[in-house]
């Protein structure tokens, strides 16, 4: 589609030609009521190019493009209904607006279809340029100044009949002329549009390519957000909001999510985007306190709300959404918001309601923007990934692209390209990520890679014989390094939790730093960090910090590497189990129990010893084995014994005994964000705890876990 010329012919009329593929929208516009239009809606009009000038004046846009031989060559994929409703001609459903289309005077001259169909890119005065050059040639060809003051003058004697409001009445005509022409310069001139998109609207100027950007707020959910969007076949990526702009131009996204946060928006400390943001045209979706971000940027009004909702809440839709297409009327979403959007921005309308809410969704369809109070990203909200996918698909109009073996490609060719000629350590940990990340990167450089286990004596029990058996089918070179004592002479006498991680985070860059100096120079250190790690550790955009990972926030500041390498750290724990079916690896192998990188010392509460390393060892591994015999290994996504530090009274042999309580976790998850705890059969646990109380010493009482995350993560410490 183009819009190719906007011209006056006599009698005071705006002839303004539209079209795609040959077929035409002709309209005349009466001047008096475009110039109204202008000024009614001024701060829209430095978006809506479609200008008429008065006598003697002309704007005329010329946009050649050599060599590509398209027919109305410009706006795809932009009906020319679009466009009519664009510039006002028509209503939103089509019908002429009355006053703007068909109601000119006589002596506009209508552009034909057999004209329209030559195409804007060998039309008049670019036809040679465009089939020899090849560049997008753009000329404004604007009156003088005095002829927009003459006819907004013009029009404001209509509205303004006193004398005494004369002077009002020319200044006002002065600024609207001089506006109105600086603001086409600006238009046309001073952005630099790639295609002619920008024509029809400022929506229109940058090109959307099928890929989500999440604007992070801070909120501990907007990783799982980034998660749901690739669940759906769509890439997508984080950015926090200074850098969204600058963001923005780089990644081109054909949507923008708006997450959700712990911040108000009318708080001093409030978390803000800049609002251009909302005016690029790409549909947006503000979740929670992205909703509310959005109705305070666009001139709307949030409050306190009282009540507040946290938890499950019944959400009402109208039915007249898009967002809320095939989805039941009444349905339980998931609530977390203390603040709420008391008066929303002009042109919004509200979509949906709880019993405490009026705005538990609102919208503007004709500028793509959405919001939603509640949370779609997680599991509790019944119909959650059907408002995303109706979002994505049905309003951003994206498309399924994406996948794992995408992924793959793309990291492998990454990693080439960091590590170069260069040399590559690997800490194993024992646990899947760091296996997949192995794997990963020998793919990617092969004998450059060593990995070494370091046996920190925090291992599961016969972990050292599991992961040097699984190293087999690496071509990268395997060292074990048995460094138990080193680690429990730096943990004697450390209870605290984060006080630990940072120590074995530490310990064991520094083994790792011994290593490469006995192999020889080693450039780059390789981690299996992975994305729920980031978020906890809070370097995920603005959340709140969590807990320390000893590969994220736990290492100490100098680390004598040049860089390191992090291929896993935007996967997500069940992707990363994908990803390793993609590279080869056993199934036995990938679908391993996750394991924490600081280990056992995490799941003995308190101080860590060796002999309470070995309890918890022992009926760690029993309880992973009662598990494994009923089949629940893979619906049950993650199962471990804790040593609490909490001794208890029992009796065994008709004796006294006072000795140590044992914790058994289960979850159910997909990604690892959030968990519920798993219902595992009455007699599963029944036969796992006698096996450990009369197999293990020192336990008289077991309990299982029955928390979800949240409020609580999925290890204890």
Same mark, same amino acid.
Request: glycine fraction near 12%; charged fraction near 25%.
């Given at each position: 589609?183009?819009?190719?010329?906007?011209?006056?012919?006599?009698?005071?009329?705006?002839?303004?030609?539209?079209?795609?593929?040959?077929?035409?929208?002709?309209?005349?516009?009466?001047?008096?009521?475009?110039?109204?239009?202008?000024?009614?809606?001024?701060?829209?009009?430095?978006?809506?190019?479609?200008?008429?000038?008065?006598?003697?004046?002309?704007?005329?846009?010329?946009?050649?493009?050599?060599?590509?031989?398209?027919?109305?060559?410009?706006?795809?994929?932009?009906?020319?209904?679009?466009?009519?409703?664009?510039?006002?001609?028509?209503?939103?459903?089509?019908?002429?607006?009355?006053?703007?289309?068909?109601?000119?005077?006589?002596?506009?001259?209508?552009?034909?279809?057999?004209?329209?169909?030559?195409?804007?890119?060998?039309?008049?005065?670019?036809?040679?340029?465009?089939?020899?050059?090849?560049?997008?040639?753009?000329?404004?060809?604007?009156?003088?100044?005095?002829?927009?003051?003459?006819?907004?003058?013009?029009?404001?004697?209509?509205?303004?009949?006193?004398?005494?409001?004369?002077?009002?009445?020319?200044?006002?005509?002065?600024?609207? !002329?001089?506006?109105?022409?600086?603001? %086409?310069?600006?238009?046309? =001139? #001073?952005?630099? *549009? /790639?295609?002619?998109? &920008?024509?029809?609207?400022?929506?229109?100027?940058?090109?959307?390519?099928?890929?989500?950007?999440?604007?992070?707020?801070?909120?501990?959910?907007?990783?799982?957000?980034?998660?749901?969007?690739?669940?759906?076949?769509?890439?997508?990526?984080?950015?926090?909001?200074?850098?969204?702009?600058?963001?923005?131009?780089?990644?081109?996204?054909?949507?923008?999510?708006?997450?959700?946060?712990?911040?108000?928006?009318?708080?001093?400390?409030?978390?803000?985007?800049?609002?251009?943001?909302?005016?690029?045209?790409?549909?947006?979706?503000?979740?929670?306190?992205?909703?509310?971000?959005?109705?305070?940027?666009?001139?709307?009004?949030?409050?306190?709300?009282?009540? !507040?909702?946290?938890?499950?809440?019944? %959400?009402?839709?109208?039915? =007249? #959404?898009?967002? *809320? /297409?095939?989805?039941? &009327?009444?349905?339980?979403?998931?609530?977390?918001?203390?603040?709420?959007?008391?008066?929303?921005?002009?042109?919004?309308?509200?979509?949906?309601?709880?019993?405490?809410?009026?705005?538990?969704?609102?919208?503007?369809?004709?500028?793509?923007?959405?919001?939603?109070?509640?949370?779609?990203?997680?599991?509790?909200?019944?119909?959650?990934?059907?408002?995303?996918?109706?979002?994505?698909?049905?309003?951003?109009?994206?498309?399924?692209?994406?996948?794992?073996?995408?992924?793959?490609?793309?990291?492998?060719?990454?990693?080439?390209?960091?590590?170069?000629?260069?040399?590559?350590?690997?800490?194993?940990?024992?646990?899947?990520?760091?296996?997949?990340?192995? !794997?990963?990167?020998?793919?990617?450089?092969?004998?450059?890679?060593?990995?070494?286990?370091?046996?920190?004596?925090?291992?599961?029990?016969?972990?050292?014989?599991?992961?040097?058996?699984?190293?087999?089918?690496?071509?990268?070179?395997?060292?074990?390094?048995?460094?138990?004592?080193?680690?429990?002479?730096?943990?004697?006498?450390?209870?605290?939790?984060?006080?630990?991680?940072?120590?074995?985070?530490?310990?064991?860059?520094?083994?790792?730093?011994?290593?490469?100096?006995?192999?020889?120079?080693?450039?780059?250190?390789?981690?299996?960090?992975?994305?729920?790690?980031?978020?906890?550790?809070?370097?995920?955009?603005?959340?709140?910090?969590?807990?320390?990972?000893?590969?994220?926030?736990?290492?100490?500041?100098?680390?004598?590497?040049?860089?390191?390498?992090?291929?896993?750290?935007?996967?997500?724990?069940?992707?990363?189990?994908?990803?390793?079916?993609?590279?080869?690896?056993?199934?036995?192998?990938?679908?391993?129990?996750?394991?924490?990188?600081?280990?056992?010392?995490?799941?003995?509460?308190?101080?860590?010893?060796?002999?309470?390393?070995?309890?918890?060892?022992?009926?760690?591994?029993?309880?992973?084995?009662?598990?494994?015999?009923?089949?629940?290994?893979?619906?049950?996504?993650?199962?471990?014994?804790?040593?609490?530090?909490?001794?208890?009274?029992?009796?065994?042999?008709?004796?006294?005994?006072?000795?140590?309580?044992?914790?058994?976790?289960?979850?159910?998850?997909?990604?690892?964000?959030?968990?519920?705890?798993?219902?595992?059969?009455?007699?599963?646990?029944?036969?796992?705890?006698?096996?450990?109380?009369?197999?293990?010493?020192?336990?008289?009482?077991?309990?299982?876990?029955?928390?979800?995350?949240?409020?609580?993560?999925?290890?204890?410490?």
């Amino acid at each position: 589609m183009a819009v190719t010329q906007v011209d006056r012919h006599g009698g005071g009329a705006a002839c303004a030609r539209l079209g795609e593929d040959g077929q035409a929208v002709e309209g005349v516009a009466d001047i008096k009521g475009f110039l109204g239009r202008l000024i009614a809606q001024g701060r829209q009009a430095g978006h809506r190019h479609h200008l008429a000038q008065g006598e003697g004046a002309a704007l005329q846009l010329q946009d050649s493009v050599g060599g590509q031989g398209r027919d109305n060559d410009g706006v795809q994929g932009v009906t020319a209904d679009d466009a009519a409703r664009e510039v006002g001609l028509t209503e939103g459903d089509g019908r002429p607006r009355r006053g703007c289309l068909g109601e000119g005077r006589q002596g506009g001259r209508l552009v034909t279809p057999a004209e329209e169909g030559q195409g804007w890119g060998q039309g008049r005065q670019g036809q040679a340029d465009g089939q020899g050059g090849g560049e997008h040639r753009r000329q404004v060809l604007l009156g003088f100044h005095g002829v927009g003051f003459l006819l907004a003058n013009y029009f404001l004697l209509l509205v303004f009949h006193s004398k005494k409001q004369l002077f009002l009445r020319l200044s006002i005509a002065i600024f609207c !002329a001089l506006w109105q022409n600086n603001k %086409v310069i600006e238009t046309f =001139t #001073s952005q630099g *549009f /790639k295609n002619p998109r &920008a024509m029809i609207h400022r929506r229109h100027d940058m090109e959307r390519k099928n890929r989500v950007l999440v604007v992070d707020f801070g909120g501990q959910y907007n990783l799982l957000i980034a998660r749901r969007v690739r669940d759906l076949g769509i890439y997508c990526e984080l950015t926090p909001p200074w850098k969204a702009v600058e963001k923005i131009k780089e990644f081109e996204p054909g949507a923008i999510i708006f997450s959700g946060g712990p911040a108000t928006v009318f708080s001093d400390n409030a978390r803000l985007v800049d609002k251009s943001v909302l005016e690029l045209g790409v549909p947006v979706l503000g979740i929670c306190y992205g909703q509310q971000l959005m109705a305070h940027l666009l001139g709307g009004r949030c409050v306190s709300a009282e009540p !507040a909702e946290y938890g499950k809440v019944t %959400v009402t839709h109208s039915g =007249t #959404s898009a967002l *809320f /297409k095939d989805i039941p &009327a009444t349905s339980v979403c998931w609530m977390s918001h203390g603040v709420s959007v008391a008066d929303m921005p002009r042109g919004f309308a509200a979509t949906a309601t709880t019993a405490d809410c009026a705005c538990a969704a609102m919208e503007d369809a004709a500028r793509g923007l959405y919001g939603i109070q509640f949370h779609p990203e997680v599991m509790h909200t019944e119909h959650g990934a059907k408002v995303l996918e109706n979002f994505l698909f049905g309003i951003a109009s994206l498309k399924r692209d994406w996948s794992m073996a995408d992924y793959a490609v793309k990291a492998i060719a990454d990693a080439k390209a960091q590590i170069g000629d260069g040399k590559v350590l690997l800490g194993l940990s024992g646990g899947v990520d760091s296996s997949v990340c192995a !794997a990963l990167l020998s793919r990617a450089v092969g004998s450059q890679l060593t990995c070494v286990f370091v046996d920190t004596g925090l291992m599961r029990k016969n972990e050292g014989k599991e992961v040097a058996e699984a190293m087999k089918v690496f071509e990268a070179r395997y060292i074990h390094v048995d460094a138990e004592a080193r680690f429990l002479a730096r943990l004697k006498g450390v209870t605290d939790p984060e006080q630990k991680r940072k120590i074995v985070g530490e310990e064991f860059i520094r083994v790792f730093e011994e290593e490469s100096k006995k192999i020889g120079a080693v450039d780059y250190l390789a981690q299996g960090t992975i994305y729920p790690d980031i978020v906890e550790s809070g370097m995920g955009g603005e959340s709140q910090v969590i807990k320390s990972h000893h590969n994220v926030g736990g290492l100490p500041e100098f680390v004598d590497f040049k860089e390191i390498v992090e291929p896993l750290k935007d996967l997500f724990k069940d992707e990363v189990r994908q990803l390793g079916i993609e590279l080869g690896l056993p199934e036995a192998l990938v679908w391993r129990q996750p394991f924490p990188g600081p280990g056992l010392s995490i799941r003995c509460i308190g101080e860590v010893r060796k002999d309470r390393l070995d309890i918890l060892r022992d009926a760690d591994a029993i309880f992973r084995e009662e598990i494994a015999a009923a089949g629940l290994h893979r619906s049950v996504n993650q199962y471990f014994a804790v040593l609490t530090n909490i001794q208890t009274v029992g009796v065994m042999g008709d004796e006294r005994t006072y000795d140590y309580t044992l914790a058994l976790r289960g979850v159910e998850t997909v990604d690892f964000m959030t968990a519920a705890w798993a219902r595992i059969p009455y007699d599963v646990l029944e036969k796992a705890s006698s096996r450990i109380v009369n197999e293990v010493g020192h336990i008289n009482r077991i309990c299982y876990d029955i928390t979800s995350k949240p409020p609580a993560t999925i290890e204890w410490e």
